[in-house]
């Protein structure tokens, strides 16, 4: 069924929509499956029959931050439980188990209901007369750290984890791994080690192992703080410092194994679009217990992009920005339920904007070698370079300062990181609004990212104006979604 096809019957009157939960929760004994449903109906392909318990809810939320956080979407499915036969449901474990919600007709076979939302289930709770799921999206098997293995042995850092290196890192502070002078840079095989230096001195003779991401100091004795400037991990055999690669390769090969995503999760076509449109090379280092989902954000976000998934369950990597990118639907009165057209949010000016780039991920103010030239000896000590790009006519006009707060980035070059301060600062030194809406069921397939035209007679829409779909609420059951658009 095409999605034409599908908005053609959201439209219909005719339409018996039925809503397809399937679950799985730990009962004490085992991991079981539950087939739940708003209304009767058996799976033709196995004879499974949906138990009709669901009252309402069927709604879920999704946002892309003006700020740029990364948010999963989340949703409630009320199930109905007046009589307390399902009062057993609250002593089975249902968080961060598998949820997937079909929407069809009751006379359609199983195969030709559409996926409109796949994620975990956070929790169960008690209402009066009913139990409500609450779920999240997909994107919430990224919050789990992205690295869990440490060191092991009996050394002094064995308790310590194995850095990882995405793209290139400048300055990083190797693991010891044993009192030979062995440092282990990353936790496998890496393209190559640009340098490294002891207390700054870049004249240390080391042999490496490359396969292994390590590296031993083999000429003398090592004097203080080791640093090194590497180019880390090769997805797929071949080093990379793309956005849209190296997100790929984090959400599919760090965290819980059972957490990860797999090449079906992935928008595939996007996120080759957003490849070429977004090619600034950039490096991560990933030494904490910081997410999957935080170190993917940090990557999108140095272009002001976010990491969303799609009602299908697919990871996309949208840009914050306007124009919106595509073809835009155009909407008018006769899309939206009367009078739900408002705004909704203002944004705040800036006439200004500063970006952190080329991080030094370990600052050094103190212990250096002597001799280092003063430019060197002030690199080590920075943690970050940096660009600022102003607006003085916004500033006078709107009365804003022209030194603003550091946003820092994972950016590299000094090229990328001006145009991408000057692309923000424009971006934000006028005021936007995000337009809210209730639209009708031919909408609920809008997705974030999309580009909307509002042809409309208030607020100054007449003759439309186009943005960017920044928000969606969606109800499934009563066929009705509402859209926020940034213009």
């Known amino acids: 069924m095409t999605d034409d096809d599908f908005k053609a019957w959201l439209r219909s009157g005719s339409s018996r929509r039925v809503v397809l939960v399937e679950a799985q929760a730990n009962t004490g004994s085992a991991e079981e499956d539950f087939w739940l449903s708003n209304r009767p109906y058996i799976r033709e392909d196995t004879n499974i029959a949906y138990e009709a318990c669901i009252a309402g809810g069927v709604t879920f939320r999704e946002e892309l931050s003006l700020t740029g956080e990364a948010s999963a979407g989340f949703g409630d499915i009320e199930l109905e439980n007046a009589d307390g036969s399902r009062d057993e449901w609250l002593t089975h474990v249902w968080a961060n188990r598998p949820v997937s919600v079909y929407l069809g007709d009751a006379q359609w076979p199983r195969a030709d209901f559409r996926l409109i939302f796949q994620g975990v289930v956070a929790d169960i709770g008690d209402g009066a007369e009913t139990l409500t799921l609450s779920l999240l999206n997909k994107l919430?098997?990224?919050?789990?750290?992205?690295?869990?293995?440490?060191?092991?042995?009996?050394?002094?850092?064995?308790?310590?984890?194995?850095?990882?290196?995405?793209?290139?890192?400048?300055?990083?502070?190797?693991?010891?791994?044993?009192?030979?002078?062995?440092?282990?840079?990353?936790?496998?095989?890496?393209?190559?080690?640009?340098?490294?230096?002891?207390?700054?001195?870049?004249?240390?003779?080391?042999?490496?192992?490359?396969?292994?991401?390590?590296?031993?100091?083999?000429?003398?004795?090592?004097?203080?703080?080791?640093?090194?400037?590497?180019?880390?991990a090769k997805p797929g055999g071949t080093y990379t410092n793309n956005i849209s690669t190296l997100v790929q390769h984090l959400v599919t090969?760090?965290?819980?194994?059972?957490?990860?995503?797999?090449?079906?999760?992935?928008?595939?076509?996007?996120?080759?679009?957003?490849?070429?449109?977004?090619?600034?090379?950039?490096?991560?280092?990933?030494?904490?217990?910081?997410?999957?989902?935080?170190?993917?954000?940090?990557?999108?976000?140095?272009?002001?992009?976010?990491?969303?998934?799609?009602?299908?369950?697919?990871?996309?990597?949208?840009?914050?920005a306007l124009p919106a990118v595509g073809t835009p639907v155009v909407v008018g009165p006769g899309d939206m339920v009367a009078n739900t057209l408002r705004p909704a949010q203002r944004t705040e000016v800036k006439a200004a904007c500063r970006l952190g780039y080329c991080r030094n991920w370990t600052v050094q103010q103190s212990g250096l070698a002597t001799g280092l030239p003063a430019t060197s000896s002030d690199l080590l000590g920075t943690e970050w370079l940096t660009v600022q790009a102003n607006d003085s006519a916004v500033a006078a006009k709107y009365r804003l300062t022209t030194e603003p707060d550091q946003e820092d980035t994972l950016l590299l070059r000094t090229v990328d990181a001006q145009a991408e301060c000057e692309r923000r600062r424009d971006l934000w030194k006028e005021p936007h609004t995000v337009y809210q809406a209730e639209y009708y069921a031919h909408m609920l397939l809008t997705e974030l990212g999309d580009a909307i035209t509002i042809d409309h007679p208030r607020y100054g829409l007449a003759g439309g104006k186009t943005g960017l779909v920044v928000s969606i609420e969606r109800d499934w059951l009563a066929g009705r979604v509402t859209v926020g658009v940034l213009i």
Not at 277 to 286: C, I, T
Request: glycine share 12%; proline share 5%; aromatic share 4%.
């Open 140 to 232: 919430d098997r990224l919050n789990n750290p992205a690295i869990e293995q440490t060191l092991g042995g009996s050394g002094d850092n064995a308790d310590e984890l194995i850095p990882h290196v995405l793209g290139e890192v400048h300055g990083m502070s190797p693991l010891l791994t044993s009192v030979d002078q062995d440092y282990k840079v990353h936790g496998g095989a890496i393209e190559r080690i640009i340098e490294a230096r002891d207390m700054g001195d870049p004249t240390i003779v080391i042999t490496e192992s490359l396969a292994s991401g390590s590296f031993r100091v083999s000429g003398g004795k090592v004097r203080g703080q080791i640093t090194a400037d590497v180019q880390g």
């Open 253 to 320: 090969a760090y965290g819980p194994s059972a957490q990860r995503f797999d090449a079906g999760d992935l928008d595939a076509a996007q996120l080759a679009a957003f490849e070429t449109a977004y090619p600034q090379p950039v490096g991560l280092l990933m030494n904490d217990n910081t997410s999957v989902l935080a170190h993917a954000q940090s990557l999108a976000g140095s272009v002001g992009a976010q990491v969303v998934c799609t009602t299908l369950g697919k990871l996309r990597l949208i840009p914050l």
